[in-house]
């Protein structure tokens, strides 16, 4: 089972690169992040098209919104809420297969790492501390599952370009980390592709758009994971980051996708 996910940053405006994208790796499940539509303009009828018959979609104007897309049954869902808000970050499917997959998209957090000055990295924190409490008290670790999602939060040294320069940007300050290996721990999460690429290589999954040359200047983070339960933890026989996918054309998103193959 080949399973995807992705911050596309507008799906109806980079349509043609999600079709790209399942012309060449032909995922059994996507997940998308930032699809930024409502459910009624969601591009369904050109997935169904390619056989992504089985849909969870959860989508609001302009901002955020979570999908999952399959090719597999699909047995029931879920739409869980963070912080008081219906904001459209967090969805999650029963695959017939008995799995469990949990989409998430995580506050970005804003520019300044201080939560009593920056209302969005304190909401980004209070989200980070629900979601640790929330999976002890709701499911327990020998449940297979799969959590996948732009978690906007890069957390080893090698997961950023500069270790020391980005220790006071958010995405890499000291207690979103802490937070984010608190949520991982409360379930005993397993790094799918840290499974592949030792924690002393760099990976990145964003560039900024900010860059001139985002490719030669390689100043990127890995703000987009998949992380398993220990019971699928060796199941687990493959990944890709698509890094080329950063300069697909037109109009590239500033994520890119990630993969990984499990045999089910």
């Known amino acids: 089972m080949r399973v995807c996910t992705w911050n596309i940053n507008s799906v109806r405006l980079r ?31 050109e997935l169904r098209d390619r056989g992504y018959v089985h849909t969870v979609i959860r989508g609001m104007k302009s901002y955020n919104g979570v999908a999952i897309l399959s090719r597999l049954p699909l047995d029931g869902h879920e739409v869980v809420h963070w912080c008081g808000r219906e904001d459209c ?3 999650a499917a029963r695959l017939a297969n008995g799995i469990e997959l949990h989409n998430l998209y995580i506050p970005a957090g804003g520019d300044i790492p201080d939560p009593a000055v920056n209302d969005k990295f304190a909401h980004k924190l209070q989200f980070l501390d629900e979601l640790r409490d929330w999976w002890p008290a709701n499911r327990k670790a020998d449940r297979p599952m799969i959590l996948v999602g732009d978690l906007n939060i890069a957390p080893l040294e090698n997961d950023v370009w500069s270790h020391k320069q980005l220790l006071d940007v958010v995405s890499h300050t000291p207690i979103e ?39 030669v200047s390689d100043r990127g983070r890995r703000l987009d994971h998949v992380w398993v339960t220990p019971p699928l933890a060796g199941a687990l026989r493959g990944f890709k980051v698509r890094r080329d996918a950063r300069g697909w054309e037109p109009k590239p998103s500033d994520h890119v996708p990630v993969l990984v193959d499990l045999e089910i």
């Open 15 to 45: 349509l043609p690169l999600l079709l790209r994208l399942i012309e060449e790796e032909a995922p059994d499940v996507i997940c998308l992040q930032e699809t930024k539509t409502v459910n009624d303009t969601f591009p369904l009828a």
């Open 177 to 215: 980390v802490e937070k984010l290996t608190a949520v991982q721990d409360s379930l005993s999460w397993v790094d799918a592709v840290r499974r592949f690429i030792p924690e002393t290589e760099k990976l990145y999954t964003w560039w900024s758009y900010r860059a001139a040359d985002w490719d």
């Open 89 to 91: 970050r967090h969805v």
